[in-house]
């Protein structure tokens, strides 16, 4: 089977960072996206990692050891506005489906 | 740019009857395009693939009788629930991304049906 393992909820205040981790086990793989979703919307995409390491990109960074099967989002100097749910996605190789994580329901407090 | 438009935004449908959602890219070419179902506070649950002139790829667990999905054009894919019942009832969102772009180009969504059977 494929599964995508992430922390349910996170809270956090404004201007502290905050770490969301995803450990995956699919059928093959292609890379690790990241996606942000505001209740009642649609995701919207944040970051990608085919290889080892850090992406920064802004506030938010993305980290991916494909030999560990795990990746993480850390998002910097929080705003109110990050409050969201987001999850991961594995980009699986030979099919290129997208396989969503669990989620992670971030809350960001004043 | 690359902008999936889905419709209708919400449906509220009788149990038995059919429901058609639809997904289109507005501004480029989608020979792939995917169908998710999500429930409240649950994640993206990918159903089916749709390819342009050929049949869809369902997802171990989805009925693909009950789930149809028509990808007639380039720019067109439709999902239709049959003899809808309160369990269909969730949020279903569509999925496509230009051709020829790597991915660490964004998935692009459309802003999802919420559908209600009662």
């Known amino acids: 089977g494929q599964s995508l393992e992430q922390p349910s909820e996170v809270t956090a205040v404004e201007g502290a960072i905050v770490q969301i981790n995803c450990t995956y086990q699919?059928?093959?793989?292609?890379?690790l996206s990241w996606y942000q979703q505001h209740d009642g919307g649609a995701p919207t995409f944040l970051s990608y990692?085919?290889?080892?390491g850090l992406e920064e990109t802004g506030r938010f960074s993305s980290f991916l050891s494909r030999s560990d099967s795990y990746g993480y989002l850390l998002l910097q100097e929080l705003q109110m506005k990050d409050s969201a749910s987001y999850f991961c996605?594995?980009?699986?190789?030979?099919?290129?489906?997208?396989?969503f994580g669990t989620g992670t329901r971030l809350k960001v407090l004043a | 740019g690359a902008v999936v438009s889905q419709h209708p935004s919400w449906v509220i449908c009788k149990s038995g009857t059919s429901v058609k959602i639809e997904c289109r890219s507005l501004?480029?070419?989608?020979?792939?395009m995917f169908w998710y179902r999500q429930f409240p506070k649950q994640s993206l649950m990918l159903m089916a693939t749709?390819?342009?002139?050929?049949?869809?790829?369902?997802e171990q667990g989805v009925e693909k009788d009950k789930f149809l999905i028509n990808h007639a054009s380039l720019t067109l894919s439709t999902l239709t629930v049959t003899s809808a019942h309160p369990e269909d009832s969730s949020f279903y969102i569509c999925s496509a991304s230009p051709p020829g772009q790597g991915f660490d180009s964004p998935l692009h969504f459309g802003n999802g049906t919420r559908l209600t059977v009662t």
């Open positions: 749709s390819n342009e002139g050929s049949k869809a790829t369902y």
């Open positions: 990692n085919a290889l080892d």
């Open positions: 501004d480029f070419q989608a020979t792939t």
């Open positions: 996605a594995v980009i699986t190789s030979g099919t290129y489906k997208y396989i």
């Open positions: 699919t059928s093959g793989f292609y890379g």
